[in-house]
């Protein structure tokens, strides 16, 4: 280990660093990473004592949630689960971690990303990456051929995280599923109207759903010269047309993954058509080269059908079909989807005379990343058979953390206190000597459901008692003096506009419960 003459240049060196990029307004993820450099290099010196000192940090990628935070949190968790509710979800669990068998060769290239765990001895293990996989895996094990459920728990990626943009390694995932034998289309169509709903219902701002289908890329890559032992590389490219321009894609394609011009410059032509919705549709059905395609056109008519339904379900305000969607992991068979935040409002589906480019000015809305994802994967389930018994499924995950960042932010700017506990009522004496009749009528209210506290000193002064209300946003007091033991009454102070009542005791519980219900 170097000596104590070294770290401490070492520690030098590396303050004069962390000054510099604040200086330089440098991000907040690069200042964050040079802080804690420095911070291992003064754990490595101990403290004055020689005791080692701790470096006081959450792993890169992961983060601590505080009590607002989690109220937030809270409220999101709660919109999303009654939106499953509402579709008649039931819900399951799995472990965090799955056989490593079980979870390789399912995400393609993103398979890098999973953590494996060390090996002691016993069976091979990873933690989960998504809730996908150990759900076809939950569905294979039981011999379940039906169910429609809701998943929502943490996975895990070794990603380079980007935590100001809600790119986490250790993070919540919200998944609905509809695992079964059913007609064309309408499960699908129900997963877009969850998505529409959460969203609209969380009041992110606007946003688009962008669809596509698995068949429709691979008869695409078919009909351009992709060998077929290259659609899935191909298509991770193709992904990252969400991040990257088209020359970039392109680039690629040719150089890295050796396909000829001329071939990327075919695939170039399908995935920059301007999104549309149905009439697009129609219109590829009619195209020289793709209507060559089985594949292709089995998916062009299912998303004709699918935006029969969604018309129905009144979202297609909302939903472009969109070429240059590809989604990466390898399990996807047949329709593929992707919820965008727009800061610019949502990009209007085209009318044909803008399908061939626009007219100058602005390049419409900016996106602000996806927060929702998902499709179907008909031969997931049947990978874990053993007789290979398929069991068709589609389902959509929700980008949590993304709408944490979001909601958040929006928590920041807003003037409106975020509640961290849900207490109705603070129980307070205006004298001293009451701490047992305090604790009496506490346990009262606790007895007929009411969410109530009491300060935990035998002689609180009224002024703390009432300033913890205002402090936490407890809507009411119930003070308790001589005169109002004597009564039989508890005077009731609405903190917010300091007016009080007497209310008699055996109504206490009653009157909390109109009150708070009404506010």
Not at 250 to 264: D, H, M, Q, S, T
Not at 382 to 395: H, S
Not at 429 to 449: F, H
Request: proline share 4%.
């Amino acid at each position: 280990m170097a000596d104590k003459a070294q770290i401490q240049e070492a520690i030098k060196a590396q303050g004069e660093v962390v000054r510099q990029l604040k200086a330089e307004k440098a991000s907040k993820e690069q200042i964050d990473e040079e802080v804690a450099k420095l911070l291992q290099l003064k754990a490595q010196i101990g403290g004055d004592d020689g005791k080692h000192v701790f470096v006081l940090k959450t792993p890169k990628g992961t983060r601590d949630y505080n009590p607002k935070q989690m109220a937030i949190r809270e409220k999101v968790f709660n919109t999303i689960i009654s939106c499953f509710k509402r579709h008649g979800a039931e819900t399951i669990d799995t472990p965090v971690f799955e056989l490593k068998e079980t979870l390789t060769g399912k995400y393609g290239e993103d398979s890098k990303l999973i953590y494996d765990l060390k090996d002691q001895g016993g069976e091979l293990l990873s933690l989960r990456y998504d809730l996908t996989v150990p759900f076809a895996r939950y569905l294979a094990m039981n011999k379940i051929t039906n169910i429609k459920r809701y998943h929502i728990a943490k996975v895990y990626r070794r990603d380079n995280p980007a935590m100001t943009r809600g790119r986490y390694r250790e993070f919540y995932q919200c998944d609905f599923d509809i695992a079964g034998q059913y007609d064309p289309m309408i499960p699908d169509a129900e997963c877009l109207r969850i998505v529409y709903e959460i969203l609209s219902e969380l009041e992110l701002g606007d946003f688009r759903i962008k669809v596509n289908d698995r068949r429709i890329l691979d008869g695409m890559f078919a009909v351009c010269g992709v060998p077929d032992d290259k659609f899935r590389t191909i298509c991770s490219s193709v992904d990252k047309l969400d991040k990257m321009p088209w020359e970039e894609v392109k680039n690629e394609i040719v150089k890295e993954k050796g396909l000829p011009e001329e071939v990327a410059d075919q695939i170039g032509e399908y995935v920059n058509m301007q999104a549309g919705g149905m009439e697009l549709a129609e219109q590829l059905l009619q195209d020289p080269k793709l209507s060559k395609s089985k594949a292709a056109c089995a998916g062009l008519t299912d998303i004709k059908l699918l935006f029969s339904f969604l018309q129905l379900f009144k979202v297609t305000d909302k939903v472009v079909f969109d070429l240059s969607l590809a989604r990466g992991l390898d399990y996807y068979t047949g329709v593929i989807y992707e919820a965008i935040l727009t800061q610019a409002g949502v990009a209007p589906i085209p009318t044909p005379q803008e399908a061939n480019g626009s007219a100058g000015g602005d390049d419409g809305p900016v996106s602000v990343g996806s927060v929702a994802g998902g499709g179907r994967y008909d031969g997931l389930v049947g990978m874990f058979d053993p007789k290979g018994r398929k069991v068709p499924c589609v389902g959509v995950s929700i980008g949590i953390e993304r709408i944490f960042s979001i909601m958040e932010q929006k928590a920041e700017t807003s003037a409106e206190k975020v509640r961290t506990t849900e207490t109705q009522v603070m129980v307070a004496s205006a004298q001293k000597n009451l701490l047992e009749e305090r604790l009496k009528l506490t346990s009262e209210l606790w007895e007929g459901g009411i969410k109530a506290e009491v300060m935990y000193k035998r002689n609180p002064k009224l002024l703390s008692q009432l300033q913890h209300c205002e402090d936490t946003g407890i809507p009411l007091v119930a003070i308790l003096g001589e005169q109002e033991l004597r009564d039989g009454v508890v005077k009731l102070r609405n903190v917010a506009t300091r007016e009080e009542v007497d209310v008699s005791r055996a109504d206490l519980v009653e009157e909390i419960k109109r009150r708070t219900l009404q506010s």
